[in-house]
């Protein structure tokens, strides 16, 4: 009689221990009290500047909604692993997220051709692929990567807002293209010559990430007697880009692409250099400098998003800059607890994938909608033209939104919402 009985209570207790309910494994990452995600950030390497901040600003958001309840009575873990922007070192960052830490999902994953080198491997493990850093049309493939969702305007989109204005607003005005030599730099040249007269392009000189001066490439472009110059560039090589320009005294007009003008980022890195300005204010090199924006800039004091980010920033983490990174880290997160909460209180990879296919979740500090259903995950459809003035962009017009084809460019004339009073998403 004592055995029949302990053998089946020494099975349940091994079921238990296993994670196993009613035959299945339990959802890696969740607990009844937990939710663990994982990502990939270069916290170091030269992607690092301005890139670094993203991370914690996530997950000062995560804190923030976690002090008031959590998700579903879930508090969000967010591991983020540096992987200084080496694609074989986030190969090995996120295997260890994946089969030793068991993350839910991985949020954020930053880089072009770093998370190129996983995206593959996390659909074919099932893993919840949300949000990659990273413009990338690649990330908009249900077919191929179902579990892949962009969120950044796509590089081809941006390069045709950047291009439409540049074409009206310097009719005839000899143009040169500078810009990254991988997909990010090229995917963004194709959407700007399907705006941009090819009769205008009067130079395309590209750079590698490894380069330290661009200086032969700023010859090049003065060369080519260039009117306006459009730069598809880190920050980094902005600000070498802007040297470079000063040295040789050119004054063409400079439009860079958003992931590249931050003026808190760009000051920074030209007072490193020895040019620039005092700190806390936005060098003289970089003013006048055309852009564009998907979120609400720093610049919007009058936006409750500004404001609730700068809440967040200044009693999560303080010591860090305030500007366009941590304003997206934050915005991220923003869409991740939007879709954690739809995905039900007892989540699962396949509910937080179908929470989001399902669409309709809201832009929080997006300037245009995000375009999520079953045949899309392309993320926000477009962004606002603006003008580093101080230290801040200063948006012109109104947003505008395009496809990532041939399609027109037009504005997005709906007022955006506004943000909730308690900060947190309503379910």
Same mark, same amino acid.
């Given at each position: 009689m004592s055995r029949r009985v302990y053998i089946p209570a020494l099975l349940a207790a091994v079921l238990v221990a296993g994670g196993c309910s009613s035959g299945s494994p339990s959802t890696p990452g969740v607990t009844a009290t937990t939710v663990t995600i994982g990502s990939h950030q270069p916290l170091s390497g030269p992607s690092a500047a301005g890139s670094s901040e993203e991370a914690p600003a996530a997950k000062a958001y995560f804190e923030f909604v976690n002090d008031h309840g959590g998700v579903n009575g879930r508090k969000i873990i967010y591991d983020y692993q540096d992987?200084?922007?080496?694609?074989?070192?986030?190969?090995? %960052?996120?295997?260890?997220?994946?089969?030793?830490?068991?993350v839910f999902a991985v949020f954020d994953g930053f880089g072009t051709p770093t998370h190129q080198a996983v995206a593959g491997y996390l659909n074919a493990q099932g893993v919840p692929d949300l949000f990659p850093a990273s413009a990338c049309t690649c990330w908009n493939d249900p077919a191929k990567l179902p579990y892949t969702f962009g969120w950044?305007?796509?590089?081809?989109?941006?390069?045709?807002?950047?291009?439409?204005?540049?074409?009206?607003?310097?009719?005839?005005?000899?143009?040169?293209?500078?810009?990254?030599?991988?997909?990010?730099?090229?995917?963004?040249?194709?959407?700007?010559?399907? %705006?941009?007269?090819?009769?205008?392009?009067?130079?395309?000189?590209?750079?590698?990430?490894t380069y330290r001066d661009v200086t032969p490439q700023m010859r090049a472009i003065v060369r080519a007697r260039a009117d306006v110059i459009i730069s598809l560039s880190?920050?980094?090589?902005?600000?070498?880009?802007?040297?470079?320009?000063?040295?040789?005294?050119?004054?063409?007009?400079?439009?860079?692409?958003?992931?590249?003008?931050?003026?808190?980022?760009?000051?920074?890195?030209?007072?490193?250099?020895?040019?620039?300005?005092?700190?806390?204010?936005?060098?003289p090199l970089i003013q006048g400098v055309i852009t564009d924006a998907y979120l609400t800039p720093t610049s919007?004091?009058?936006?409750?998003?500004?404001?609730?980010?700068?809440?967040?920033?200044?009693?999560?983490?303080?010591?860090?800059?305030?500007?366009?990174?941590?304003?997206?880290?934050?915005?991220?997160?923003?869409?991740?607890?939007?879709?954690?909460?739809?995905?039900?209180?007892?989540?699962?990879?396949?509910?937080?994938?179908?929470?989001?296919?399902?669409?309709?979740?809201?832009?929080?500090?997006?300037?245009?909608p995000l375009d999520y259903?079953?045949?899309?995950?392309?993320?926000?459809?477009?962004?606002?033209?603006?003008? %580093?003035?101080?230290?801040?962009?200063?948006?012109?017009?109104?947003?505008?939104?395009?496809?990532?084809?041939?399609?027109?460019?037009?504005?997005?004339?709906?007022?955006?919402?506004?943000?909730?009073?308690?900060g947190i998403p309503a379910p």
């Open positions: 992987d200084a922007g080496n694609p074989a070192n986030t190969v090995t %960052v996120v295997h260890r997220l994946v089969e030793k830490e068991k950044v305007t796509d590089y081809h989109r941006e390069g045709k807002i950047l291009g439409t204005y540049v074409a009206k607003a310097f009719p005839g005005k000899r143009i040169a293209y500078f810009y990254q030599d991988n997909d990010f730099g090229r995917q963004a040249v194709q959407g700007l010559d399907t %705006v941009v007269p090819a009769a205008s392009v009067v130079a395309r000189e590209t750079y590698q990430p880190a920050p980094s090589y902005t600000a070498l880009l802007r040297l470079a320009q000063q040295k040789l005294g050119n004054t063409a007009q400079l439009v860079v692409n958003v992931g590249g003008s931050d003026p808190v980022s760009l000051s920074s890195l030209l007072r490193f250099s020895g040019s620039g300005t005092a700190a806390g204010q936005g060098s919007d004091i009058s936006s409750g998003w500004t404001s609730l980010a700068k809440m967040i920033h200044d009693r999560y983490i303080p010591a860090a800059p305030f500007d366009h990174y941590t304003v997206y880290g934050m915005a991220t997160a923003y869409t991740f607890v939007q879709a954690l909460q739809r995905a039900g209180k007892n989540p699962t990879r396949q509910s937080l994938i179908a929470a989001i296919e399902r669409g309709g979740l809201s832009p929080g500090p997006g300037l245009t259903s079953h045949t899309s995950h392309g993320g926000y459809t477009g962004a606002q033209i603006g003008v %580093v003035k101080g230290d801040t962009v200063v948006l012109q017009g109104q947003p505008l939104t395009t496809d990532d084809g041939k399609g027109p460019v037009v504005p997005y004339t709906t007022p955006q919402a506004p943000a909730p009073a308690s």
